[in-house]
């Protein structure tokens, strides 16, 4: 089984404050993507990243995805009151594990 | 317009009871999926269906039954709920089975087990 850590899995910040959430694997990846989930809904997908080294920029939000494609992280500049929600990344790895794995998330909470 | 729509979003019942939770997408995707997600919110995928053939079945109790009827419906039939079961249900979907397309995921069904 693949398996998919985040950290941390708690982050509490005031608005403004910049942060970094991080995904790592002890295998390589094929792609990853980022999802957000707000209470009561389901996730939806950040991005989409593929390449080693890639970066990614999504207005305050900037990807990485590791060089060697095992890790990723998500840095949320200047973080406001509605970034907050539930982070998750998901791997697709090659071979017969072709499906999505998702990790077990970053709870981020921005305070006033 | 809803895109993938799953009901009963909760969904409250007692142990030893059947019941099923439905879910549609209007989105032309080819591929669905059924995801649980835990208390700690880890969200694992069930089942997998392409064009109406399941492509993904996890080790799954086999009180777990999906239908899909055709391709915009993926339907979750459960035998003799436990208490374990209790979770969050999403469903969701996208164009291709194995591909980088995003997922597109319902709002879930909160199913409690008393």
């Known amino acids: 089984t693949q398996l998919l850590e985040q950290s941390p899995q708690f982050l509490s910040i005031q608005e403004g404050e910049n942060l970094t959430v991080y995904c790592n694997s002890s295998?390589?990846?094929?792609?990853l993507q980022w999802y957000r989930q707000e209470p009561g809904e389901g996730p939806v997908l950040l991005v989409t990243?593929?390449?080693?080294?890639e970066v990614k920029k999504l207005k305050r939000l900037t990807f990485q995805f590791g060089d060697a494609r095992k890790d990723s992280s998500l840095h949320i500049t200047a973080a406001q009151t509605g970034d907050t929600g539930l982070y998750l990344c998901a791997g697709r790895w090659g071979g017969s594990a072709r499906q999505l794995t998702f990790g077990s998330g970053t709870q981020l909470t921005v305070l006033p | 317009d809803t895109a993938v729509s799953q009901t009963p979003k909760y969904l409250v019942t007692q142990m030893g009871n059947d019941k099923s939770i439905k879910c549609e997408q209007n989105l032309g995707h080819d591929t669905m999926y059924w995801y649980k997600q835990d208390s700690k919110k880890f969200l694992k995928i069930m089942f997998s269906y392409n064009n109406k053939e399941l492509i993904i079945n996890e080790t799954v109790p086999n009180r777990f039954s999906p239908k899909s009827p055709d391709k915009a419906h993926l339907n979750l039939h459960i035998n003799s709920l436990e208490l374990g079961d209790s979770a969050v249900y999403f469903c969701?979907?996208?164009?291709?089975?194995?591909?980088?397309?995003?997922?597109?995921f319902g709002d879930g069904t909160r199913l409690s087990i008393l």
């Open positions: 969701a979907s996208s164009r291709g089975s194995f591909s980088n397309q995003p997922q597109h």
């Open positions: 990243v593929v390449t080693g080294g």
């Open positions: 295998s390589v990846f094929s792609s």
